[in-house]
DNA sequence: GAGTTTGAAACT
DNA sequence: CAGTTTCAAACTC
């Protein structure tokens, strides 16, 4: 596999290192947390009582643990990090990352990681706490582009030291040249780590590789791959060890060019004790041998992150590079990663900050609606702001902060001065109110405009706060202007590390008060997506009925449910009653907004259809009772409405190619199933396109042509959070929201899509995409075929051209993983700008690639490896019925097209990917449909 | 905050 | 597959 063959070049150049430490940056890290690293457990302990946004195993809701640990300690900066690691075990990690040129890159608060890993033990509420931080930071893992990459070009040294012991080693990821290729196995293996935890410490992880990586369209590879191996470090820690060791030296040193996260500590409790050291692909790329998709799955969500954070690199890198001066970036918040060089600023801050660094992210993930290149989701926080703020600093003279605020892609200088305030003024309140506030205060946010009452205020306006606010570059004189608040849903539903006030004001507050600010927050945010908050009381939120079930992510503490078992602790019940649901209906869990395009020219808000349509009798689709109207799309001649008035559409008027379109079509596939999928044939590709997460919408631009051979379904992530899901598979979609756990016990897992069914497209921002990438055919998102070209696609055999345009995006053909058994294209417009998809998103659609075909590796027949892609696209019409039926009828059609052997085949894969909505945001790609041909 | 309405989901 | 029941969100008061 190519990707084996791609290694992470490290960038950093011991010689070059910055002496950090020296720096007045590095003070002004060392002032940020008053709590010193000790590890100690406790985290879960003092979350257990903060409200925390569910776990869900990786999508929209981060883990539970690591964000809860993070919301809580954010929640109490006071807390040590090592108090976090108590006997939950509670990990620290810090990243350090450096360029070749010895140039810092910095995020601030990227270093800072705080995860608490709940004890299996741990009380409920604990759970709940942690879930709902989790799932915050899954939700937003799933906004963020996948980042994992295949891109060869890319390649670093790492080594990848992980300590898993009671006594709360410390663990590293190195990232060097010298280290390169290099996995030293210290320690034995931990095989102890199968509770969700795990997951839950990949993400954290990879929170925290984001930001240390620094370049955004480089440095993906290396996070997705740091993820990677952190998550199956963590999930397979004896496999991960295994791997390592008996992976050869696969580390190249390409590009120097690329910044790379020098080290990542990692901190972590209850665990033996397990040093690994080398370079961190390898334990991917171990698994790709072995199984090539292996190592995707397992940390598609955790690269979530990185698209932002590579977004945010990207940016700092640009105004790094900028002669505007500042030419040494330097992270702020950066681990204690000095140990391991001089480059390395280290951070030790209380893993409170940490923490929310992490659920910074995932809250002020934002959507990007606008100029998708540069949109960086705001990090928050001091753990969030501090995230939320890209800095570069000028080591020397005086202390620089380059603080980005995520929204307006704005840069701000931070002089010394302010830098100085800042930290001054973290280092005195960080004992006694959360980071944020203190960064508000610095950078002058009206206190009205600080912690919102409601629910997300405490946890998400931290992270809001910062993000939210627009600091105004190169003045030195923070200017900050109130955003809208972009917040996401699952921020709001995590508590934020507000000030201790606001901590308690909301632990205080009644679930119904949260609930309350929490949807109107929501609402206000516009974030329809927004993680769901149930209230379920007889569904034990193991039915559809439930929301939070319904899409794809564990309940979080905001809920009001009761008797719920949709939460992380009970992730076997939830998994098998998904997949029941699933079994009955394979759709259940798919996105419920379907983009029809059949006109390439034509995609707008019409083509964006409810995919079952509504009933609506006497609601006139004006009300939210209207699942179209909930969704602000308008309704179709799918839906069985009466009197329908909808305002964003009404029956009948489907906007999209009637004949064609999915939406006006009334045909069902399946005589049995109330689902309708059309096929396509003719040169107009359909895509089907599940846009879950209309903030999120991305560019649709990078469409990729996707042709498993028989290999595997494709799931692409065209923007953060946005997937395009095949018909059958269904939801693909990027909701920023969570994920259903993985199962660690099977693969199917991984193909658990998660949903955002209930997501609401924002139709300003699709449309906002769509000019984006206006320039790029619609067609191209459909899997299908679209004539001799489209089979050579499916063959595997590149379109030169296409490549030629994107070149970003070769590298995925250049990773082996495309080229040989499938072939995946992106086609990206000329005109968009590459540098939204260098490393990003491209990455993430391999990730997802990889997931399926480790799917396909390890439960297709050999029989489809082989099968070539159908020629036809599936469609998914928006169903007339209320149950979908299973693509069965789907499978049918293209079965009859296809040979039995096939068919077969079809039907064997359709079993094999589950239903659920996979854990990590991820598209899941028609050829799921396809495979079935 | 309680009660009602509504329509999806589940069940038969 | 249609009809009914269950359920929880949305809505109203």
């Keep these: 596999m190519d990707y084996h063959e791609s290694t992470i070049a490290s960038a950093m150049d011991a010689t070059e290192t910055v002496p950090v430490q020296d720096s007045p940056v590095f003070s002004y890290i060392s002032k940020l947390s ?33 964000l809860s640990s993070s919301l809580k300690s954010s929640q109490f900066p006071p807390l040590p990090s090592t108090q976090l690691s108590g006997q939950d075990g509670g990990c620290w990690i810090s990243i350090t990352a450096a360029d070749r040129s010895g140039k810092l890159d910095d995020g601030l608060g990227s270093g800072l990681n705080t995860c608490t890993e709940k004890g299996l033990d741990s009380s409920r509420l604990v759970d709940d706490q942690t879930e709902s931080s989790i799932g915050c930071a899954d939700r937003f893992l799933d906004d963020a582009v996948y980042m994992d990459s295949f891109n060869s070009n890319v390649s670093a040294d790492s080594s990848l030291k992980y300590f898993d012991d009671i006594d709360q080693t410390p663990v590293r990821v190195n990232n060097s040249k010298e280290s390169a290729g290099k996995l ?40 997705s791959n740091l993820s990677e191996n952190l998550a199956i470090t963590n999930k397979h820690p004896e496999k991960f060890m295994t791997e390592n060791s008996e992976a050869g030296q696969t580390g190249h040193v390409d590009d120097s060019s690329y910044l790379l996260p020098k080290s990542i500590e990692i901190y972590e409790g209850n665990k033996s004790s397990v040093e690994t050291t080398g370079a961190l692909d390898e334990p991917v790329q171990n698994e790709v041998q072995s199984n090539p998709m292996a190592a995707q799955p397992r940390g598609l969500h955790v690269s979530c992150l990185h698209f932002e954070d590579a977004q945010q690199k990207i940016i700092t890198n640009r105004h790094a590079q900028n002669p505007s001066g500042i030419e040494n970036s330097s992270r702020i918040l950066t681990s204690s990663a000095d140990r391991e060089g001089p480059k390395s600023i280290s951070l030790e801050t209380p893993s409170t900050p940490i923490s929310q660094i992490g659920m910074t992210q995932q809250m002020v993930y934002p959507r990007n609606r606008g100029n998708y290149s540069i949109k960086v989701p705001t990090p928050l926080g001091i753990g969030l ?51 944020l506030s203190v960064l508000e205060s610095i950078l002058g946010i009206p206190d009205d405009s600080r912690h919102n009452n409601d629910y997300a205020s405490v946890a998400a306006n931290s992270a809001t706060s910062v993000s939210t606010y627009n600091v105004k570059p190169l003045d030195n004189s923070m ?20 000030n201790a006030d606001d901590a308690e004001e909301f632990k205080r507050s009644s679930p119904k008060r949260k609930r309350q600010a929490y949807k109107k927050k929501t609402s206000e945010s516009n974030d329809d997506y927004s993680c769901k908050l149930c209230n379920c009381k007889k569904s034990k939120c193991l039915k559809l009925y439930c929301d939070c079930f319904a899409a794809g992510i564990y309940c979080a503490e905001p809920c009001s449910c009761q008797g719920c078992f949709n939460r992380p602790e009970y992730e076997d019940t939830v998994l098998e009653t998904r997949q029941q649901i699933g079994s009955r209906n394979p759709l259940a869990f798919a996105p419920k907004i379907v983009q029809n395009n059949e006109d390439e020219t034509q995609l707008s808000k019409s083509s964006i259809r409810h995919k079952r349509g509504c009933n609506c009798k006497k609601s006139m689709c004006l009300k939210k009772y209207c699942e179209c109207y909930q969704a602000k799309v308008g309704c179709s001649d799918g839906c069985r409405c009466e009197g329908c008035k909808n305002v964003y559409g009404q029956k009948g008027e489907c906007g999209v190619n009637k004949d064609v379109g999915m939406q006006c079509t009334d045909e069902t596939t399946d005589g049995s199933s109330g689902e309708k999928l059309e096929m396509v044939e003719s040169g107009n590709v359909l895509y089907h396109t599940e846009l879950c997460n209309p903030h999120n919408l991305t560019p649709l631009t990078p469409s990729f042509q996707y042709s498993d051979q028989g290999k595997g379904a494709s799931k692409a992530w065209f923007s953060s959070g946005k997937y395009f899901q095949s018909p059958e598979s269904g939801p693909t979609f990027g909701a920023p929201c969570v994920r259903f756990p993985r199962s660690p016990r ?84 000329p005109i968009t700008p590459m540098a939204q998809f260098s490393g990003t998103k491209l990455p993430q659609a391999v990730d997802y690639y990889n997931d399926l075909h480790n799917i396909m590796e390890d439960d297709t027949p050999e029989i489809l490896k082989g099968t070539p892609n159908p020629p036809n696209t599936v469609k998914v019409r928006s169903p007339n019925k209320k149950r979908v039926s299973p693509p069965h009828g789907h499978l049918r059609e293209l079965g009859s097209r296809s040979s039995e052997g096939l068919r077969s085949a079809r039907k064997f894969i359709l079993q094999a990917v589950p239903s659920f909505p996979p854990l990590t945001p991820c598209v899941e790609s028609k050829n799921g449909g396809q495979k079935k041909t």
């Excluded at 839950?200 to 590879?221: C, F, L, P, T, Y």
Aim: with cysteine; aromatic share 6%; proline share 5%.
């Design 34 to 66: 008053p709590i010193q690293p000790v590890k100690e457990p406790a985290v879960s302990q003092g979350f257990t009582r903060l409200n925390s946004p569910p776990t869900v195993f990786t999508s929209p809701r981060l883990n539970p643990h690591g």
């Design 746 to 829: 099977n693969l199917d897992n991984r193909d658990m899509i998660s949903e955002s069914s209930k997501e609401i497209l924002d139709l300003d921002s699709f449309d906002n995409e769509l000019d984006y990438h206006k320039a790029e055919a619609v067609n191209d998102f459909s899997f299908g075929h679209h004539g001799p070209s489209n089979m050579e696609h499916l063959a595997g055999k590149p379109n030169a051209r296409e490549w030629e345009s994107n070149l970003k995006v070769q590298p995925f053909s250049g990773s082996g993983h495309f080229s040989s058994a499938s072939s995946l294209r992106w086609r990206v417009s």
């Design 385 to 435: 702001h501090l995230n939320s703020v890209v800095s570069t600093t000028q080591v020397g003279a005086g202390e620089t902060i380059i603080v980005k605020s995520s929204e307006k892609d704005t840069l701000s200088i931070w002089d010394e001065q302010q830098v100085t305030s800042l930290s001054s003024h973290l280092s005195e309140n960080s004992k006694n109110s959360s980071y």
């Design 184 to 223: 030293e196995k210290t320690h034995g293996a931990r095989g102890n780590n199968k509770d969700a935890s795990v997951d839950r410490r990949a993400i954290e992880i990879n929170m925290m590789s984001r930001d240390g990586v620094i370049r955004a369209d480089q440095g993906a590879k290396f996070e």
């Design 479 to 498: 200017v900050c202007n109130p955003i809208e608040d972009q917040s996401t849903p699952v921020n709001k539903r995590k508590s934020n590390t507000g």
